[in-house]
């Protein structure tokens, strides 16, 4: 697998990851009641703009459906690769998922998080609380000598006991020039299983996990993915790098 990246493809994937990082932040700070979900992505299209970046999802390709956003706005049961549109506005007891990923000097970064605006049900935080504290613990295993299959079950099995449903159909990724590269890192799986992590390799892990069943269903535009059971679902990411030492956030914002 090609996925160890050079010193100067790392820098560039660590720049790329820094604007993503205080894209995703900015986004995060402007994420109020009242705001619809297409002010947001438009917001995320000019942030990203003015830090010399552009969307990695605007025009983004899968078989015969383009993306037409330059974010994804994920409410609710909607899981991930929501559309902003102009018409859905963010409420009070709203979970929102923003998902940023950026292209900046030809290379990719991706994060995302999922925020509560104003209150929500106790089991509510506490679904964002866990997919965020499973994100940790997969990203504690990206270690050279580990593989793959360490990070999905570090997720699966801090997860699996609280009774949450794990997405299967979407998964962690390298990243590269391109935003979905290998290997592929799915939120379950076995101990020492899959490929073996190297340093200089960058990850997108990103935990999609849902308060009730694991299933989902696409809507109409056919990208947007939601809960069968229209049960909220939260999704945390990070872009890591593998390194001789501890794992490194690359998608974090730099004071
Ligand atoms: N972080 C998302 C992912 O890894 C970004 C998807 S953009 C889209 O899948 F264009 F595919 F929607
Ligand atoms: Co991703």
Same mark, same amino acid.
């Given at each position: 697998m090609k996925a160890i990246r050079t010193d100067s493809e790392i820098s560039a994937i660590a720049e790329s990851c820094e604007i993503a990082a205080l894209v995703l932040q900015d986004l995060v700070h402007l994420? =109020? #009641? &009242? /705001?619809?979900t297409y002010d947001l992505d438009q917001i995320g299209k000019e942030k990203m703009a003015q830090y010399g970046a552009k969307s990695a999802c605007y025009n983004y390709r899968h078989g015969a459906n383009i993306f037409p956003a330059y974010t994804c706005i994920s409410i $609710? #049961? #909607? /899981? =991930?690769h929501g559309i902003g549109r102009i018409d859905r506005m963010v409420q009070n007891g709203d979970i929102v998922s923003l998902d940023v990923c950026v292209s900046y000097n030809g290379y990719i970064g991706d994060n995302a998080k999922t925020i509560a605006i104003g209150s929500v049900d106790t089991k509510i935080e506490n679904l964002l609380e866990d997919t965020e504290n499973a994100l940790r613990k997969g990203i504690e295993c990206a !270690?050279? &000598? $580990? !593989? =793959?299959g360490d990070i999905s079950n570090a997720i699966e099995s801090f997860i699996r006991p609280k009774g949450y449903g794990i997405v299967r159909d979407f998964v962690g990724h390298g990243v590269g020039?391109?935003?979905? #590269?290998?290997p592929q890192i799915p939120n379950f799986g076995k101990k020492n299983t899959g490929p073996l992590l190297k340093p200089g390799m960058a990850l997108a892990i990103e935990p999609m996990i849902n308060l009730g069943s694991p299933n989902i269903r696409f809507l109409e535009d056919g990208w947007t993915a939601v809960t069968a059971d229209k049960q909220p679902s939260a999704h945390f990411e990070h872009t890591v790098l593998v390194t001789d030492g501890d794992p490194k956030i690359l998608t974090k914002v730099k004071n």
């Open positions: 994420t =109020v #009641e &009242g /705001i619809s $609710n #049961e #909607e /899981i =991930v !270690r050279a &000598g $580990n !593989r =793959v020039k391109t935003m979905h #590269e290998l």
